[in-house]
């Protein structure tokens, strides 16, 4: 009902909603159960949505905490908590205050990809993102890639999950300086999206243009040296 209301412009009654059901839930389970962990996250998005995010951050910490303490940082909505308290920080101008539990977090993620579960690998790649928001570079590559693997291995390539993941970690070694492994696959990118969306499409037109940047700045490269 709380997403019914959301949809009908009527946030304010749809954060009253998902407050009372997740009272409710926490009276009923406890704020450790998975279904109150789950339910306090879906409300920090509601009040992100709204702009509140003082309260919205509030609550992932708490929800992030309880998460990590009960669940384990390996779990999915461990993964997604944390990542909920980076984006809120981020939105915040707190950019510095990035949790000490998401680069332990990023170790138990690692084991976590032996579940080939896409909604883990979903979200361990959000904290890949944080992690690179953090500028923490080396684990944010590391991260991708063993995502960039298991999805491999899942998916197959080409494959629209494994495209995006390709074109995600050609985008962070591009940022690192990597430029000439970055051009590569920002180029094998631009060829599978071809195949698979057509070359009219906008995101192949977009993968040829981060493809031709790249290529551009390994060649001012090679001219320097």
């Known amino acids: 009902f709380a997403d019914f209301l959301w949809r009908s412009s009527l946030q304010g009654e749809a954060i009253k ?4 059901a997740q009272q409710a839930k926490e009276r009923l389970w ?4 998975p279904d109150s962990i789950a339910i306090t996250s879906k409300l920090c998005t509601f009040l992100e949505e709204a702009e509140s ?5 509030s609550l992932a910490q708490k929800c992030s ?3 990590v303490s009960t669940l384990g940082l390996g779990h999915r909505l461990s993964l997604v908590t944390l990542h909920q308290v980076v984006v809120l920080l981020g939105k915040l101008e707190r950019h510095q205050e990035v949790p000490p539990s998401l680069l332990r977090c990023f170790q138990a993620g690692q084991a976590a990809l032996g579940t080939t579960n896409p909604q883990t690998l979903q979200a361990l790649e959000k904290i890949a993102e944080s992690l690179r928001a953090a500028q923490k570079f080396p684990e ?3 991260l991708c890639r063993s995502v960039l693997t298991s999805k491999e291995q899942i998916y197959g390539y080409p494959h629209e ?3 995006k993941s390709s074109s995600r970690l ?3 070694l591009q940022t690192m300086g990597q430029l ?3 051009c590569q696959l920002h180029e094998k990118v631009a060829n599978a999206s071809e195949g698979l969306l057509g070359v009219a499409h906008p995101d192949t037109l977009l993968a040829m243009d981060l493809a031709g940047t790249a290529l551009r700045q390994c060649s001012r490269l090679t001219e320097a040296e």
Request: aromatic share 4%; charged share 20%.
């Open 17 to 20: 909603t998902l407050q009372l």
């Open 65 to 67: 905490q309880m998460s």
């Open 161 to 163: 999950e494994t495209v």
């Open 30 to 33: 406890g704020p450790a159960h």
């Open 140 to 142: 944010a590559e590391l």
């Open 170 to 172: 050609a985008a962070l």
């Open 53 to 57: 995010y003082d309260e919205a951050l």
């Open 180 to 182: 000439v492994e970055a």
